[in-house]
């Protein structure tokens, strides 16, 4: 079992930019593949960045490569998302999510979720 909680969203201008977070907590967090999803209105929720266990393999969407990173850092348990060059069309609820072992990048492969946190980016 692990838990997640989200936080570091908000609503900044386009061009702009968030650093979101994502706490996990339970035992042997450090060993799930770990990664950011977001959901906009009427929309599936979608990939946005996934990263393995040690964090040297990453997956990025093709729409926020160049611009987004994602990172983890195993020590206290933490993952983030650092988003640059922000657009409208990132607008979404972004959540975390986790799933043990290897990475996935389709959303039903992953068994734990947090809350989400809200991004909203004007034009």
């Known amino acids: 079992q692990v838990q997640l909680v989200e936080s570091g969203g908000g609503s900044v201008q386009s061009g702009g930019s968030l650093r979101l977070s994502c706490a996990a907590s339970?035992?042997?967090?450090?060993?799930?593949?770990l990664g950011w999803f977001r959901q906009a209105p009427e929309k599936e929720r979608e990939a946005v960045a996934t990263?393995?266990?040690?964090?040297?393999?990453?997956y990025y969407a093709e729409s926020v490569k160049g611009r987004f990173t994602i990172s983890r850092d195993n020590a206290n348990n933490t993952l983030y998302l650092q988003m640059n060059s922000l657009n409208p069309e990132d607008t979404a609820m972004y959540y975390c999510?986790?799933?043990?072992?290897?990475?996935?990048?389709?959303?039903?492969?992953?068994?734990?979720w947090g809350q989400g946190t809200q991004v909203t980016v004007s034009s």
């Open positions: 999510g986790a799933r043990g072992w290897w990475c996935e990048t389709s959303p039903s492969e992953f068994n734990y």
């Open positions: 339970g035992d042997g967090a450090s060993n799930y593949c």
């Open positions: 990263i393995g266990r040690l964090g040297s393999s990453t």
